[in-house]
């Protein structure tokens, strides 16, 4: 199993950033994909989510309006288009696939990619 982000940077206060996470050893159309993410002494937190078939979406408060998530699976891949960046969108974003079945959760984690809103 491997979900691999990238997209990550540096970028300034009002930019926009792109993350992409492509996964591969699993039944990727099955999983609900999700964005999150950690700041330093912070907990993690959900930034996006989107069902297995891409119907339904759920946002943090605080990216709520500004970012986007997506998926394509006939790729393999789920996105999260960031707008407006603000310094505190600051933090390590984590990929994660999640799937629920007959009582049993299946989950699995990307290695995270830095996102850093700076001037």
């Known amino acids: 199993v491997q979900l691999v982000e990238s997209g990550g940077g540096l970028v300034q206060p009002g930019g926009s950033l792109r993350l992409s996470c492509v996964v591969s050893g699993f039944t990727f159309s099955s999983y609900v994909m999700s964005w999150y993410r950690q700041a330093p002494g912070k907990e993690r937190e959900l930034v996006a989510a989107m069902t297995s078939a891409g119907g339904s979406t759920n946002y943090g408060d605080s990216t709520k309006g500004r970012f986007t998530i997506s998926r394509d699976n006939a790729k393999n891949t789920v996105y999260l288009q960031m707008d407006s960046l603000k310094p505190e969108d600051t933090a390590v974003y984590y990929c994660?696939?999640?799937?629920?079945?007959?009582?049993?959760?299946?989950?699995?984690w990307g290695q995270g990619t830095q996102v850093t809103v700076s001037s």
């Open positions: 994660n696939a999640l799937l629920n079945r007959s009582g049993n959760k299946f989950t699995y």
